[in-house]
């Protein structure tokens, strides 16, 4: 397999020197392996897990250190300088992470945090980052399934709703009036897809949609009970902000599992109240 470079490779040790120990990089030449980062005990033949980048001076560079994010991957990092070349950003590497002007959607500021896209740039052979990030989405048609469970990078708001990145390949909405949970931006969550439009845009949920999500709902509202003395002040007339700010759910999916857990004798409906068996 082809080393990559802003990706981890496992690489084999070709020689020790005094400064470290050179890895077969194959393609892209012997790269060096800094002394501090060197695990103890590694010796000529084995392979060592690297992350590949580019030192100070625009070298090949092994480190066992992570990166917050890779090449291919989006990420929530902060501004920690800025610069005439750009914005720079902490990683988690000593060198920090170049942002261009020409991929900064507004000016960054020093100590904001951006979601932004790791990639390498053939032109400049540097690794940097975008935070035009939807011009490295949706470039492959969605195929999902309503009620599929995806992995979601909150990343923007619209006035509809949270955009959110799906599974790192497309864009998606979930909508204000179906959130019931706190989100901020740069969280990554479940969700689930609720649809696929005609126009291939994505329309996303926080809870798995229809009667299949009621069983692990009717756990977490059992557990809310418990951890409350067994008796919740919640009805089918309660408000729906209460509902949301005691549980997370939605009104709708609050008397789905009440339903679900009274049919098992879980729970007793009172007038004020349910109460657990």
Known sequence: MAVEIGKVNKLKVLREVSIGVYLD???IGDVLLPKRYV???TKEGDEVEVFIHLDSEDRLIA???RPLAQVGEFAWLKVVSVSKFGAFLDWGLMKDLLVPFREQK??????RYYAVYVYFDDETGRIVA?????????????DYNPGEEVKLFIVGRTELGYKAVINGLHSGLLYYNQVFKSLQLGQQTKG?????REDEKIDL?????????VDELSQKLLDALQKAGGFLPLTDKSVPADIEQRLGMSKKTFKKAIGALYKQRLIELLPDGIKQL
């Open 63 to 65: 480190t066992t250190e």
């Open 39 to 41: 695990p103890e005990g």
């Open 192 to 196: 689930y897809i609720a649809r696929v």
């Open 130 to 142: 975008s935070a035009k990030v939807d011009r490295f989405l949706d470039n492959v048609s969605p």
């Open 106 to 111: 507004e000016k960054m500021e020093k100590d």
């Open 205 to 213: 949920l926080l809870e798995r949609p229809g009667y299949e999500k």
């Open 25 to 27: 990089g194959d393609t």
